[in-house]
């Protein structure tokens, strides 16, 4: 049944056999005619696809035509992320909002236009009048991403002239957006407890004086609580996740239906979607998953040996999702290390120590160790592999008590100041519709009348 509607499961099924029949394309001719699956060089580095301004992802250097393994480096706008959490924690302040401006505008701001801006993302906040339950409310989902997409999509409804494309227009959508993703987040959440848990709704007014960080915390507890230094490692995770490069896929997506002209409100809801998927931002919710999976097959924690033993049988697809992958190991730029992992491992060891969280902290860390080794066993392989940001991030949501839902939708609440960097790039700079060739395999073939075909 879809949609309220039976249908004949023996007729869709031959549909569905006839489909697989006609669409199956062998595997070589991709070989044969050249074709970069994934849009992936041979040697599994992206096809240049654009220029940009906003954020390098370096893993790897190429000399004499082979790639050399590097410490991975994340840089904003030219900017270290290193330096950018060191001087934010240093000096005591929360950073995202700071970070969301450098990565807009292209400059740090000073401290009266981090003020400013601070305002406007808090007059911004609160999402328009009988938003949430028309448009939230009365369509609850249980997936808090797909509704979050709706939203935004929404949005354009509520805006006076959603087609201009004027750049002061394009740059107060993106702040207004970017204010909002976290309200809209998180109203759909509480909708959803309510209809789907059959728990409390909680719906507490937004406080003018938080930050982005703060307000999330503050409207997701029932009682408003939490402490300086929660609010502070979900911020130091909205700076993590907040942009990476052009080529990812939700970023791609993005500066693609940017391309074509399309309204603001379209592109910013597509990326929702890319990011939503398991090969992407969803990947930090297979690896919780993943994590109680160990944690139930493998009977001492502290001991290497029984979890390289299960990481063998994961990667050999004996357990786990049947993939062969361990989530959170590997990255498709970063090899020796993910700083953005780096960064979270230092910050959420502190958080793990002397709580519950500490043995777990510690299996993860087991499988950052075991892995690399593991799976060169297992396959032969070469490969140099890290822990990527999904590995720890999991975790430090849960320390945080924020539910497994909402591991996601936060990286798209943190993630959308990248992408309107890059829509407002593309905006400007691109100028042409983005449009890949795909080589079509099908031989030609002479009409059939309709009383002829079998």
């Known amino acids: 049944m879809l949609n309220g509607i039976d249908y004949d499961k023996n007729v869709f099924k031959s549909l569905c056999d006839e489909f697989v029949k006609n669409n199956r394309i062998p595997p070589e001719l991709y070989e044969k005619y050249q074709v970069k699956r994934g849009l992936r060089n041979s040697d599994g580095s ?244 993943q994590l109680e999976e160990f944690k139930e097959n493998i009977s001492d924690w502290e001991n290497d040996g029984q979890v390289a033993d299960y990481i063998a049988k994961v990667i050999r697809k004996e357990a786990g999702d049947g993939s062969g992958l361990v989530y959170g190991m590997g990255h498709a730029v970063y090899t020796l290390s993910d700083p953005r992992a780096v960064i979270l491992k230092r910050n959420a060891v502190k958080l793990a120590q002397g709580t519950e969280y500490e043995k777990e902290f510690r299996l993860l860390d087991a499988v950052e160790r075991l892995t690399p080794e593991v799976f060169a066993n297992v396959k032969g392989s070469t490969k140099t592999m890290c822990a990527n940001v999904d590995l720890y991030s999991g975790l430090v949501y849960r320390m945080l008590k924020i539910p497994v839902e909402l591991n996601t939708p936060l990286f798209a609440v943190s993630r959308i100041s990248g992408w309107a960097a890059h829509r407002i790039e593309e905006l400007i700079n691109g100028r042409r519709i983005i449009r890949p060739a795909y080589k079509a395999v099908a031989k030609r073939k002479k009409y059939i009348p309709l009383g002829e075909r079998v």
């Open 46 to 289: 992206g096809v240049m696809a654009g220029i940009t301004n906003i954020c390098n992802v370096h893993g790897y250097i190429v000399n004499e035509g082979e790639r050399e393994p590097v410490e991975g480096e994340l840089i904003y706008r030219g900017y270290s992320i290193n330096d950018i959490v060191a001087n934010t924690s240093e000096k005591g302040r929360f950073g995202f909002e700071e970070t969301a401006y450098l990565l807009l505008f292209g400059q740090l701001p000073s401290e009266d236009r981090l003020r400013r801006f601070n305002e406007m993302l808090s007059e911004f906040r609160e999402l328009p009048k009988g938003f949430s339950e028309d448009m939230i409310f009365k369509a609850p989902s249980r997936d808090i991403m797909n509704k979050m997409a709706r939203s935004v999509l929404a949005l354009y409804s509520y805006d006076d002239d959603p087609e201009d494309r004027s750049l002061e227009m394009e740059l107060l959508r993106a702040v207004s957006i970017i204010a909002r993703l976290p309200s809209a987040m998180v109203d759909a959440y509480q909708i959803k407890r309510r209809v789907f848990d059959h728990e409390s709704l909680y719906m507490h007014p937004l406080n003018p004086d938080e930050c982005t960080a703060q307000s999330v915390l503050s409207t997701l507890r029932p009682d408003r609580q939490y402490s300086e230094e929660e609010a502070r490692l979900l911020d130091l995770m909205l700076i993590l996740h907040a942009e990476h490069g052009g080529g990812n896929n939700s970023t791609f997506t993005c500066r693609t239906l940017t391309s074509a002209d399309t309204d603001a409100y379209s592109a910013y809801s597509a990326a929702i979607g890319s990011l939503k998927g398991q090969r992407h931002g969803g990947a930090n919710f297979k690896v919780i998953r």
